[in-house]
């Protein structure tokens, strides 16, 4: 089983709809993070938490949410998707701790189309 | 604040010949450096890592990193590259000890292995 899930893996929507996507992990990491990814742009850190009550803006927080729901659960909210919102999104965790110094694990992705 | 450059955004070249995908970097403190494979349709997944010691870094699938604190380089190699090496390749940087974990990401280069 994956360590790092992500659902849904793909979602098409419309302009201006609420969207949602979820990360679950088992890796039982406290540091959770966001990101995007555009062609040419790499990846983009939108929002990262380090425990359940922690909440940071990364570098392109504006037009998402999240939540940390528990240690395991890690939520990307798009309250009103617009098309520029189009990307591949991925969660990734990690923990230094553990002695694998800020080596992160992602999930497998969501591809998110806003028409 | 750190950054990370990926000097080439395709690298073609055909299958058994050499490849060598730079990567260089800005840091004000002591670094950690990543890289990071992306097949098609897939997440990503760690190749290497330098977080202190010998320079040379070896990897899964034969490749291996020179970290280069002179240069700020840590370009990624392998002797003689098979069709399944295609993918995208990033280069990633974090700081040392106290820092936030984040993971910085350059735009990516994409090796297309021919036969």
């Known amino acids: 089983d994956a360590d790092v899930t992500q659902t849904p893996r793909n979602r098409i929507t419309k302009t201006g709809k609420r969207i949602m996507l979820e990360c679950s992990q088992t890796?039982?990491?406290?540091?959770m993070y966001w990101y995007r990814q555009d062609p040419g742009l790499g990846l983009r850190l939108i929002y990262y938490?380090?425990?359940?009550?922690?909440?940071n803006k990364g570098e392109i927080s504006d037009g998402y949410s999240v939540s940390r729901q528990a240690q395991a659960k890690f939520s990307l909210s798009l309250e009103s998707a617009i098309p520029n919102q189009t990307a591949l999104y991925f969660c990734?965790?990690?923990?230094?701790?553990?002695?694998?110094?800020?080596?992160?694990?992602f999930g497998p992705g969501t591809r998110l189309t806003v028409l | 604040a750190q950054s990370v450059t990926q000097l080439d955004s395709q690298v073609p070249v055909f299958e058994e010949a050499p490849v060598e995908l730079r990567c260089n970097y800005s840091?004000?403190?002591?670094?950690?450096l990543f890289w990071y494979v992306q097949y098609p349709n897939q997440g990503l997944q760690l190749l290497l890592k330098?977080?202190?010691?010998?320079?040379l870094v070896k990897g899964i699938n034969g490749f291996e990193a020179e970290f280069n604190k002179s240069q700020t380089s840590f370009h990624l190699r392998k002797p003689s590259v098979h069709i399944s090496d295609t993918a995208e390749y990033f280069c990633?940087?974090?700081?040392?000890?106290?820092?936030?974990?984040?993971?910085?990401f350059g735009q990516g280069t994409t090796l297309q292995v021919k036969p």
């Open positions: 840091s004000s403190v002591s670094v950690y």
């Open positions: 330098y977080l202190s010691g010998s320079t």
């Open positions: 990633a940087v974090t700081a040392g000890a106290g820092n936030t974990g984040k993971l910085i």
């Open positions: 938490s380090f425990d359940v009550k922690d909440i």
């Open positions: 890796k039982g990491h406290d540091r």
């Open positions: 990734a965790t990690s923990d230094p701790l553990a002695g694998e110094r800020n080596e992160q694990f």
